[in-house]
């Protein structure tokens, strides 16, 4: 599957309606993101149960916003519309495969239960 690009527009979509989807936010006058999006597009050839989609920070300013994009590349993994993973910095390729064989590995009923208990700790708090 190639990569995919994300707009304000199929954003909310892309991460409800895909188990697994990992953003690498990016933008066209990035060194380090070009370099990067050969790795990204290989890798998304080899993971047909995994979105790979981009953002375009320039001109998606508030989806970059939204997540308090500071530094790029970042790279962003949800699950079941969850981000287990944020990390600015590219990645080598096998770093990412090691992120997503965990991510799938995941028990998430687990870890809406481990995010019910902080939510509510923090509630009391």
């Known amino acids: 599957m190639a990569t995919v690009e994300l707009t304000q527009s199929n954003f909310e979509s892309t991460v409800t309606d895909n188990p697994i989807v ?11 993101c070009r370099s990067f999006a050969p790795v990204y597009e290989q890798l998304s ?3 047909a149960d995994v979105v790979f989609a981009k953002v375009n920070t320039e001109e998606e300013q508030g989806i970059a916003g939204h997540f308090q994009i ?4 970042t790279l962003m993994l949800f699950r079941e519309k969850i981000i287990l993973f944020a990390q600015p910095g590219a990645l080598p390729a096998q770093a990412l495969e090691q992120i997503l064989e965990k ?3 995941l028990d998430m009923d ?4 481990q995010i019910e208990q902080e939510s509510q700790a923090g509630g009391n708090a």
């Open 22 to 32: 990992l953003v690498d936010f990016w933008a066209p006058w990035c060194g380090p």
């Open 45 to 47: 050839e080899k993971h």
């Open 70 to 73: 500071r530094s790029i590349p």
């Open 103 to 105: 991510a799938r590995a």
């Open 110 to 113: 687990e870890v809406r239960r």
